[in-house]
Every structure is written in structure tokens, then in C-alpha cells.
């Protein structure tokens, strides 16, 4: 590993891997559901030289709708179907608790990126966190990324913009790693 750390792109979960099910949690694998071209945009995002590393939130554990078991085994099913893709991950993070326990790791806190940032070694100046929610946009100021807003095609000014998808700012990113 070089001195300035390694590269990556944070990413939220739901929203941004998965459809998002409104007012409810993904609690089962036959609740999620991939968005289009996700793997396609790890792995694109991984041959640019970032790593790809998912931050989420999951309060459903706190709120006793599944247990960490359960969250293991949906994490362990994307994991396998993103690897049948050639789509590898760099690691998972996810905060089980309820906003209520006040934990540092629930976005918009950026707990789960420093933890990430410490035990992978990365450079968060260099690194982005993709989201779909003002918290994840949050979440990654506060850990000194560049924030990235999915899903939408308006701007918000967060800098970067917005994109449509994880994969127009995999796009985006294999444009500028290519220019450099
Ligand atoms: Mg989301
Ligand atoms: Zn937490």
C-alpha cells in the first residue's frame, strides 16, 4: 500500500444496490432485488482503482424485524450474486441500531466510513460515498469524502451533481481514472 492510502468508493445499500421498498426493510433474500447494471458498475468501479465498499443502514435489526443472522445471510446471497458477475466487494458495514440509541455509526454519522477507512486503509480525501438520501450525502462530508447523489437526474449542488445511477457515476469515474 502506498503512502496516500488506497482509493474507494462508499456505498450505500438500499437505494443504490437494491430497490428500495418503500416504508419497509429488506428482511429476506426474497425481498431484494437488484437495480440494473449494478455489477457491471462494481466492477467497473473496481477495474478504475477504487475499492467498492457498502455503508448502510439497517434499523430493522434494532427494530427486532430480523436479527443479524438474518442480514448476514441477504449480505452473504448479494455477495455471491455480484461474485457470479465478477463483481467483487471490499468489504460490507452496516449499522444495526435505532436512531433512537444514538450510536456513532447510523448515517448521517460517518462511524461506518472511519471504521472502513481505518481497517482498509484509505485515503478518504480521494474517496467517494454514493447515496440516494441526504444522510449518506452527509455522512460522507463529515468522513471527508466527495459526496455523490444517486437516483435522481435534478442537481442538488452537492458538488459533483447527481447521476441516475451507480452505474453513470462508474462511468464517470472510469472517465476521469482514464485521464489520469
Ligand atoms: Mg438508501
Ligand atoms: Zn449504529
Redesign the pocket.
Known sequence: MGGRGRTAVFMDRDGVINRLLPGDYVKRWDEFEFLPEVAAAIRLIRESGFLAVVIT?QQGVGKGLMGMDDLDAIHRRMVGELRRHGADLDGIYA???LAA?E????KPKD??IRRAVAELGIDAGASYMVGDSSSDLEAGRRAGCRPVLIGSVSTDGCGLGTFLDLMAFARFLAGRAEGR
Open positions: 443502514n449499522c444495526p441500531h440509541e450510536c456513532d455509526c447510523r462511524g461506518l
